[in-house]
């Protein structure tokens, strides 16, 4: 799932510490588990979503059944302010970490680097991943012929509206078929129809779930295949970028500083505005606010250039390496890839299973929202851009520098030039 990134602190810490761990007390037997020979086994799995909790209760109960010798104890660590990765860290580098824990596409870079993920190629090929899901989440997660996670979930992006400001306003809702210039139309029926100091859309400095979908479907690019350079000054990557500012300069949509302080999902549920773009991990929170859950529902992102601008991420299962239970981390990694595991995660409505054939079930959970919104084109939606161990990095510069255009500071092309020119000497490091 997609949150403002922060960088992994102390790389080269964390690299040494697993050298030593690895070499030293972090590599203990998998036999006799936990219990010192008893059999039993315990292992630990670190997550980092309330939401998920329940759902991910549901599949560890399913697990301890088929294996009445494994026990799983839940840990979970909050994603905000980076607490999870930054207590990840620790733990790896004290031998602590969790047998298996979640990782998305963002920081694999920086856990394989560190030498904190377990080699999961040939429990994957001896099993039905490769089949059962699609090629671009297995790969997600693979790095020079190396399968390090087994896919999870992904997330896509959709319209939410609010249907009651739409009927107030006497405008007709949004519809799955409408096109970048359609939306933009319909933000300029909204805009005089809604009461005072509400707005039509909503956009924050947002890479995922806002501007990289339209970069990508006007042609532009942010980092090339080599991870060597940035494609900020491109134009037509700069253009998929100041359609959305231009959408502020209309007065479409508040203020930056107004959103940085308030967010888009705050500003969406307190009814600031009516419409908005969110990643399907806020179906959850969207479905739950008793104040919104009966009055919104949502659509498929607008075309761009008549072309489906859709970015995917996602979460995967990964093993650590200095696990003391190593082979039997693995084993269990590769069950949540499983079907049974697959289908427990889907039928929650809480995210979207990776596994192809139980992805209809995120869309089916929750029948009173359109959320096929989110699946009917992930097949071609567009992966996040990777610049290896500096991806994260690289992303916290794109908010910096962008921000000084969405807020007027500077112009788009003056923020992008400074924002590539520290992008690439970060990535030529």
């Not at 870079?109 to 999961?120: P, Q």
């Not at 001896?126 to 790969?139: F, G, H, P, R």
């Not at 350079?229 to 037509?236: I, L, P, R, S, V």
Request: contains cysteine; glycine residues 10%; hydrophobic residues 40%.
């Amino acid at each position: 799932m997609k949150k403002r990134l922060t960088k992994l602190a102390s790389l080269g810490f964390v690299a040494t510490m697993c050298v030593g761990l690895l070499a030293g007390c972090g590599g203990g037997s998998d036999e006799g588990g936990s219990e010192g020979g008893s059999g039993k086994v315990e292992l630990s799995l670190g997550i980092w979503d309330e939401n998920q909790r329940p759902a991910i209760e549901d599949v560890v109960a399913a697990y301890e059944e088929e294996n009445p010798d494994v026990t799983i104890n839940i840990e979970l660590t909050p994603y905000s302010g980076g607490e999870y990765w930054t207590k990840l860290e620790a733990a790896a580098g004290g031998g602590t970490a969790p047998d298996v824990f979640w990782i998305n596409v963002l920081h694999l870079d920086s856990y394989v680097d560190g030498g904190i993920l377990a080699d999961l190629t040939d429990a994957i090929a001896e099993s039905d991943i490769n089949d059962a899901y699609s090629e671009t989440l297995v790969q997600n997660y693979v790095r020079e012929d190396v399968n390090y996670a087994v896919p999870k979930d992904f997330d896509t992006n959709a319209l939410w509206y609010n249907k009651e400001m739409f009927d107030a306003a006497g405008v007709a809702y949004p519809t799955d078929d409408m096109t970048y210039d359609d939306f933009v139309a319909l933000c300029a029926e909204l805009k005089d129809k809604l009461p005072e100091g509400v707005y039509p859309f909503v956009c924050p400095v947002d890479f995922q779930t806002w501007y990289y979908q339209t970069v990508y479907a006007n042609g532009g690019w942010i980092i090339n295949e080599d991870g060597t350079e940035t494609g900020y000054d491109d134009a037509k990557t700069q253009e998929g970028i100041q359609c959305w500012i231009d959408l502020i300069d209309q007065g479409y949509a508040p203020a930056a500083a107004t959103v940085a302080e308030t967010g888009s999902d705050a500003m969406f549920q307190g009814e600031q505005v009516a419409m908005t773009f969110a990643g399907s991990y806020m179906v959850p929170e969207y479905a739950n606010n008793e104040a919104v859950a009966d009055k919104i529902d949502c659509v498929e992102i607008p075309t761009y250039n008549d072309i489906e601008d859709n970015c995917i991420n996602g979460l995967g299962y990964a093993v650590y390496e200095g696990s003391k239970n190593k082979d039997a981390a693995i084993d269990f990694a590769i069950w949540l890839g499983s079907k049974d595991a697959q289908d427990i995660q889907g039928e929650s409505g809480v995210v979207i299973s990776a596994r192809t054939e139980s992805q209809h079930l995120f869309a089916e959970a929750k029948p009173e929202y359109n959320l096929a919104a989110y699946t009917n084109h992930a097949d071609v939606a567009y992966p996040l851009p990777m610049g290896g161990i500096k991806t994260a990095e690289i992303y916290d510069l794109e908010a910096t520098w962008l921000t000084k255009a969405y807020t007027g500071e500077m112009s788009l092309a003056d923020a992008c030039a400074g924002l590539k020119e520290e992008a690439d000497a970060l990535l030529a490091e």
